[in-house]
């Protein structure tokens, strides 16, 4: 054994009761995974975020379709965590739509809280993805509408990438205006809408002019769902108020981008006083931009199902890689959590612990 306390201890147990046999190691790693799946849920709570789904066959030639989701938590900070690598038998949009649903539904995460989707068109599926995009548009509504046009991370979409990471690094719309206008013709009216009035919201412009009418804009042709009548009128009242108060304000010119400002507002409590900008802050940095989260999972999958281990089952296989590529939150949880899991799981001859 490679742990010396794990290896003092079995030397101890009987010999019916090692707990080291194949069955009971996989059953030890689906607790843990499980767990690390919850935490990843209990993050979410009852928060808006994006799936980003890619896909790939592995060494056994199976489809296999990973899962992350993307979103801003309580201290304003954006994140992006694996949540699933599933199998697929055909690639029908109603199949994939399915996988995704049963996958989120299983800890009850709100798929009418998907407000962006991130797909890789470079994918062997993209024709489907396309299909199962508008599928679930039709299904969430117009609040998940446009996103979909901030979905690509290959060589034909490096333009427009650049464009939405200098936003979150705080450059200056004249500082992107050469790349806006080669992708113009490239994407969507509504997609350039969509990144010219969430530039909006940067804290460097705001210094200079800040743009009230551009964020009720945003919200009402991108986000009408997330806010009722009232909540529509009070937010530009809201946007006045933090205009006079916050904008002028010295420490506020120090921030120099979306995220500093979320995170900015979380810290300062402001995020409560300014509740409805919150909002619209959090929907913004929710959108996807690359597919990169994914791409790595499967480096991760070739690492795990090599020639070697091609028949290595498809649950053994996602919980290892959900272990292994959220290990931060593995080591967090602990020993005991795992072993109330594990004898709730199955009955033992002799206790656990």
């Known amino acids: ?10 030397t101890k147990a009987p010999k019916n009761s090692k707990y080291t046999s ?3 190691q996989k059953q030890i790693l689906h607790v843990l995974s499980v767990r690390v799946k919850n935490t990843i849920r209990e993050e979410i709570r009852v928060a808006k975020y994006c799936i980003i789904v890619d896909e790939v066959r592995d060494e056994s030639k199976r489809e296999q379709m990973s899962i992350v989701l993307r ?5 304003g900070f954006i994140q992006e965590h694996f949540f699933g690598l599933v199998h697929v038998s055909d690639t029908a949009v109603l199949t994939l739509k399915d996988a995704i649903y049963s996958a989120l539904a299983h800890y009850n995460l709100n798929v009418q809280n998907i407000r962006g989707q991130g ?25 998940c509408k446009r996103n979909d046009e901030l979905k690509n991370a290959h060589a034909d979409d490096i333009a427009y990438l650049i464009a939405i990471n200098e936003l979150e690094i705080g450059r200056d719309l004249n500082q992107i205006d050469s790349q806006l206008q ?7 009216d509504d997609a350039m809408e969509l990144l010219i009035l969430s530039n909006a919201l940067n804290p460097q412009n705001a210094v200079e002019s800040f743009r009230v009418v551009d964020i009720c804009k945003l919200v009402e042709k991108f986000y009408a769902q997330d806010f009722t009548r009232d909540e529509k009128e009070q937010l530009e009242m809201q946007l006045k108020h933090y205009e006079y108060n916050i904008v002028k304000r010295s420490d506020y010119k120090n921030l120099s981008t979306i995220l500093e400002l979320c995170q900015w507002l979380v810290k300062t409590n402001k995020s409560v006083t300014y509740n409805l900008i919150f909002r619209v802050i ?14 790595r999972s499967f480096s991760a999958m070739n690492i795990m199902k090599t020639r070697l281990r091609s028949k290595m089952e498809d649950t053994f296989l996602l919980d290892a890689l959900m272990v292994y590529i959220e290990r931060e939150i593995a080591r967090s949880v602990s020993i005991e ?3 109330k899991d594990f004898k709730n799981l199955k009955e033992c001859r002799i206790p656990f612990s």
């Open 1 to 10: 054994m490679y742990n010396d306390e794990l290896s003092k201890a079995i």
């Open 22 to 24: 194949h069955d009971i």
């Open 71 to 75: 979103f801003v938590d309580i201290n």
């Open 119 to 143: 797909y890789d068109d470079a994918s062997n599926m993209r024709g489907k993805f396309n299909g199962l995009l508008t599928f679930i548009v039709n299904i969430v509504g117009s609040s």
């Open 182 to 188: 080669e992708i113009n013709g490239r994407f969507s």
């Open 282 to 295: 959090i929907l913004v940095l929710t959108l996807p931009i690359s597919t990169a989260t994914s791409e």
């Open 337 to 339: 959590a795992i072993i």
